[in-house]
């Protein structure tokens, strides 16, 4: 085929038709990945909020998918970004392209089995089993009742059967009764419906396309698995890169709760003898029992009494699996509708039996830093019953994305934060890859693992292009330092002056970043007594919902927590002021965390830093990004933790931080916002 346009000429076809301007961090961006790609170097970009990353990173990969004829996979974190290349970039893109790379670019979306209708399930009503506390809620069992009806409606018209398109959306509770999971579905060959599955098609489609839009989970999923997901691809760009590390963490979590035993028995009911049910049911008692009785708390070891009742579970679960495919695994037997229940339970089994000989292993090595997973009992409230749940995660996933991710395609990260305290290499030692810095006596063995030699063959590099906006000029970062250090007796009295004030000098327009759910409704109540201006409260109502009528009314102020650090894209006037009540540590008795802490500290290195100060500096730039959001945008970010100003590690948070003019003088601050409120009148 004729030679394509270089990347820089394809970009700015593709502005001008958008209806955009060029800007020069989205050049330079586009310049870097194209080169990473021919390079096969792997790369990490932090590119500000404005700067028109996805354009960036799309061009030259649709280039390259349309030169090589190989699959670009694009991964994302939020659904909300993933509509937006599926929804409004791609195709604008596609359509702008079309000429210059001599076609039309293909592009399509997949996601996880389970977040698909399947035809045989909602065909064959196989109910899910209940939650334990919900067997006694007649109104969760109303509700649910209605939500199946309108998947039922759904599903008659629906052209993907991606969850996605139900709006309002519906409970997870309710779409287990249309969908199944990987591991539960029958396989196209031997499903009545195989032909007209949604999730086939999606796959088949995807297949087809030069680049692939999914998410962290999926990636993960495919990696971690070894069964091929996605298509065949030589080039991974992950968006939103910052997330990577906790969805994989997420994707490769087990659990082991009494009441998943028991519903893996009923599930088995009818299918296999009624001894190796009751077995299992027995295993199911002996499980809560045990675990009644002892605290929720990260595990070093396995308690006095846990092997001997996790043995029970793994062996009852082994049987059952026996009985239900006596014929090396095959389960294909009878009509579909009883394939199918066998199929569930043979899932609902695996699952047991996996996480039971996960728990009962983990601790055979004995050096606590050299083992693959942290093990720790929660206790869960759900509609007033305590659910303890045993869970298994890994200490750390930096080799796993290193051997299954980076060793197999040209990756391209980026977000609009990636750089902490300064530099790449506290996300990018997670990644699994290598550290850039000459001296990295504290990073080295971040997650509990020893970071990969400089002399490694593994290569990357990193760029930060910027962002359009003036910080400076356009924000002020205030640090309350003249308030006390936050206790852990909830928000103080003089926190709630502050709001106060601060609030009341911005008319409104507030987005409180609270670092708990009790805070910030805490801080709701006594501030709607308070001010003249309504409040919003994080699950108050659906957060999409919410932040609308946050967008729609200048008035208003948001109050809420984690999702809204990262989940809040609103520009113009409405918002003027971010308030973040603390430092967002992790909490003390974090298991994951504090494990990956200490395994750091084991090998010298300095844990508080690697980890707690990590994890803080990124959730303190996500919270302050959601100040400007557009160029014309003008505020405040309001930190009340007084110990970024006064402790040691104060000022590698900062250097996290866009570049805003700092003071802590509640004056200067006060008069500023009185200002942007007298104008936005």
């Known amino acids: 085929m004729p030679e394509l346009p270089p990347v820089p000429q394809l970009l700015a076809t593709a502005v001008h038709a958008l209806g955009g301007k060029e800007r020069v961090g989205q050049v330079t961006m586009a310049t870097a990945v194209d080169h990473a790609i021919d390079t096969k170097e792997h790369l990490a970009v932090q590119a500000g909020t404005g700067t028109g990353k996805s354009l960036a990173y799309l061009v030259p990969s649709l280039r390259h998918a349309v030169r090589t004829g190989r699959t670009v996979v694009v991964s994302t974190a939020t659904i909300a970004l993933q509509r937006q290349l599926v929804d409004r970039d791609l195709p604008r893109l596609a359509e702008a392209l079309s000429q210059p790379l001599g076609r039309a670019a293909k592009f399509a979306i997949l996601k996880g089995r389970n977040n698909y209708l399947c035809l045989n399930k909602i065909n064959s009503v196989i109910p899910d089993e209940p939650q334990e506390a919900e067997l006694f809620d007649a109104f969760a069992i109303s509700r649910l009742g209605r939500e199946v009806q309108r998947l039922n409606e759904w599903a008659s018209d629906t052209e993907t ?215 720790w009992l929660a206790a869960d409230e759900i509609r007033g019953v305590t659910r303890r749940t045993l869970r298994m995660a890994p200490l750390s996933v930096g080799g796993l994305l290193r051997s299954r991710l980076f060793g197999t395609a040209t990756v391209v990260l980026t977000s609009a934060t990636l750089q902490i305290g300064g530099s790449f290499d506290g996300l990018a030692i997670t990644w699994g890859l290598p550290a850039q810095a000459a001296n990295r006596s504290d990073t080295a063995t971040a997650n509990g693992a020893e970071a990969p030699s400089d002399a490694d063959t593994v290569r990357w590099s990193s760029l930060d292009v910027g962002s359009p906006f003036d910080h400076a000029k356009s924000g002020i970062l ?81 109050f809420g927590t984690l999702s809204l650090w990262q989940g809040v894209d609103v520009p113009g006037p409405s918002l003027s002021l971010v308030i973040l009540d603390r430092i967002p540590f992790p909490r003390p008795d974090d298991p994951l965390l504090t494990a990956r802490q200490r395994a750091v500290e084991s090998r010298g290195g300095n844990g508080f830093m690697t980890v707690a100060a990590n994890h803080a500096a990124l959730l303190l730039a996500q919270g302050t990004g959601r100040l400007l959001r557009s160029v014309d945008d003008r505020g405040v970010v309001a930190i009340l933790d007084s110990r970024l100003a006064t402790a040691r590690y104060g000022g590698y948070l900062r250097a996290s931080l866009p570049p805003y003019w700092a003071t802590s003088d509640p004056e200067v601050v006060t008069k500023a916002l009185m200002r942007l409120t007298s104008a936005s009148a």
């Not at 028991?262 to 199911?284: G, M, N, T």
């Not at 201006?533 to 919410?546: K, N, S």
């Open 161 to 375: 059967g991606d969850r996605d398109e139900i709006v309002p959306g519906v409970t997870d509770r309710a779409w287990r009764q249309v969908s199944v999971s990987s591991r539960e579905c029958l396989g196209k060959s031997r499903c009545p419906f195989g032909q007209d599955c949604f999730a086939e098609r999606a796959r088949a489609e995807s297949a087809q396309a030069d680049v692939v839009v999914t998410n962290h989970a999926l990636l993960a999923i495919d990696a971690i698995s070894g069964i091929q997901v996605l298509p065949e691809h030589d080039v991974v760009v992950i968006d939103e890169a910052h997330e990577l590390v906790d969805r994989v963490t997420g994707v490769a979590t087990a659990e082991l709760a009494a009441a998943a035993v028991s519903a893996a028995a009923r599930r088995c009911a009818k299918l296999i003898d009624q001894q190796e049910v009751d077995r299992l049911e027995e295993a199911a008692e002996a499980w809560h029992t045990v675990l009644d009785e002892l605290p929720a708390a990260r595990w070093d070891a396995l308690p006095d009494g846990i092997a001997p009742v996790l043995a029970l579970v793994r062996d009852a679960a082994w049987n059952a699996r026996t009985a239900l495919a006596p014929q090396g695994g095959t389960t294909a037997q009878g009509d579909p509708e009883s394939a199918a229940a066998r199929t569930q339970a043979l899932a609902a089994i695996d699952e047991v039996h996996d996480s039971a000989v996960r728990a009962l292993t983990a601790f055979d090595e004995p050096d606590p830093a050299k083992r693959h997973d942290v093990i």
């Open 478 to 558: 205030y640090v309350a330092k003249h308030l006390p250090a936050p206790g852990r007796d909830g928000l103080a009295p003089a926190y709630l002056d502050e709001i106060e004030r601060l609030i009341t000098a911005a008319g409104g327009r507030t987005l409180g970043l609270f670092s708990s759910m009790r805070a910030a409704r805490a801080a709701t109540e006594a501030l709607r007594e308070r001010l003249d201006t309504p409040v919003l409260c994080q699950g108050d109502d659906a957060t999409g919902a919410l932040v609308r009528k946050f967008a729609d009314d200048p008035e208003t102020s948001l």
